[in-house]
C-alpha cells in the first residue's frame, strides 16, 4: 500500500537561513508527488508536482523539490526562508489510476521561522 | 487559491444536532472530494464524486452522509455526530479524479460537536 513519511513534525529555522522539509514515500511504480502548504486558517495550496521527466522540479514562492527515486524521497527545499514561510508543508502522493485517483498525505511538517 | 468556497467556516453542534456543510467549486472542475483533518492525524479521504457520482467512501461512518447534486456543489449532511469527530473538514476539487490531477482546495470548516 502507498505511504507518505515526513519525519519531522517540526522545524525552526531563522529567517534567511536555507530550509530542506523531508519527504519519503512508498509506492510501487512511478509516483505522482506533491507538495501543498496550508497557511493558519487557511485549506491546502499546491507548491509543486512531480509526474515524469526532470527531477528537480520548481514550485511557487522560490520552493522546489528533488525527486530521488534511490532514496524513495521527495524533499522540499527552498534558499532563503521568509517569515511568511511559517505554515504547515504535507507532502502527497496519487495514488491509482483512470478515474479513480486521489491523494495520500504525510502527517504534515509545521515550520515556524525565527527572525 | 479562491475558487473553492465553503460555508459555515466554523460550527458548534451538539451531538443530536443536524446540520450541513457547503462546498462550491468555480474552477470548472468535475471531481470533488471530502477530506478530514484531525490533529495529529493525516489528512484523510472521506468522499470523492466524478461528473457527480461517488466513485469511494472510504469507510465513513454513516452519520456522515454526502450529496453531489452537480459538479459544482458539494454538501455533508451530519447527524448523530461524536465529540471526536470535531475536526476541519476540507473540500477539494479537481479537472478529474485522477492520480495527476492538481486538487483545489477551499478553507475548512471547523466544526466542534460538544
Known amino acids: 500500500a502507498q505511504s507518505v513519511t515526513q519525519p519531522d513534525i517540526h522545524i525552526t529555522v531563522s529567517e534567511g537561513a536555507s530550509l530542506e522539509l523531508r519527504c519519503n514515500y512508498s509506492?510501487?511504480?512511478?509516483?505522482?508527488l506533491f507538495w501543498y502548504v496550508q497557511s493558519p486558517g487557511q485549506g491546502l495550496q499546491l507548491l509543486l508536482k512531480y509526474f515524469s521527466g526532470d527531477t528537480l522540479v520548481q514550485g511557487i514562492k522560490g520552493f522546489e523539490a528533488e525527486f530521488k527515486r534511490s532514496q524513495s524521497s521527495f524533499n522540499l527545499r527552498k534558499p532563503s526562508v521568509h517569515w511568511s514561510d511559517a505554515a504547515e508543508y504535507f507532502c502527497?502522493?496519487?495514488?491509482?489510476?483512470?478515474?479513480?485517483?486521489?491523494?495520500?498525505f504525510g502527517k504534515g511538517t509545521k515550520l515556524s521561522v525565527k527572525p | 487559491e479562491t475558487g473553492v468556497t465553503q460555508t459555515p467556516r466554523h460550527l458548534v453542534m451538539g451531538m443530536t444536532n443536524k446540520k450541513s456543510l457547503k462546498c462550491e467549486q468555480h474552477l470548472g472542475h468535475n471531481a470533488m472530494y471530502w477530506y478530514k483533518q484531525s490533529a495529529k492525524k493525516p489528512l484523510e479521504l472521506m468522499f470523492v464524486y466524478n461528473f457527480k457520482e461517488q466513485t469511494e467512501n472510504n469507510s465513513v461512518p454513516s452519520r456522515f452522509s454526502p450529496e453531489c447534486p452537480n459538479s459544482s456543489h458539494l454538501f455533508l449532511h451530519l447527524h448523530t455526530l461524536q465529540p471526536e469527530d470535531s475536526a476541519l473538514y476540507l473540500c477539494?476539487?479537481?479537472?478529474?479524479?485522477?492520480?495527476?490531477?492538481?486538487?483545489?482546495f477551499g478553507p475548512g470548516t471547523r466544526l466542534t460537536v460538544l
Open positions: 509506492y510501487g511504480a512511478t509516483p505522482y
Open positions: 502527497a502522493v496519487g495514488r491509482g489510476g483512470g478515474s479513480q485517483g486521489n491523494l495520500i
Open positions: 477539494a476539487s479537481s479537472q478529474a479524479a485522477g492520480a495527476t490531477d492538481t486538487q483545489y
